[in-house]
């Protein structure tokens, strides 16, 4: 293995280099709180890759909360994802 030697201001230019690209990273990859997200019945239908019939029944059921506002339905996309979860079905050998 080889050996480089650098001088200290030259590595410390190098450190803050990376720091920079770092934070700049950790901007990327930290995406908005999904709690924040609301969907419509088409969005959700989408999403889930359900029907609209399908999505209805989980309202009825009260399987999946929504909101209302002037005859518009809604989805939290935080609710979208716990019933997800709450079916998710994990693989037993």
Partial sequence: MEVI???T?????IMEKIDRIDRKFDSYIQKPELKDKWFDIQEACFLLK???RTLS???KDGALPYSKVDGKIYFKATDLQ???EKNYKKIRR
């Fill in 5 to 7: 030697t650098i001088q």
């Fill in 9 to 13: 201001e030259a590595f410390k230019v």
């Fill in 50 to 52: 359900v029907s609209k």
């Fill in 57 to 59: 029944n989980y309202r």
């Fill in 82 to 84: 716990k019933l997800l």
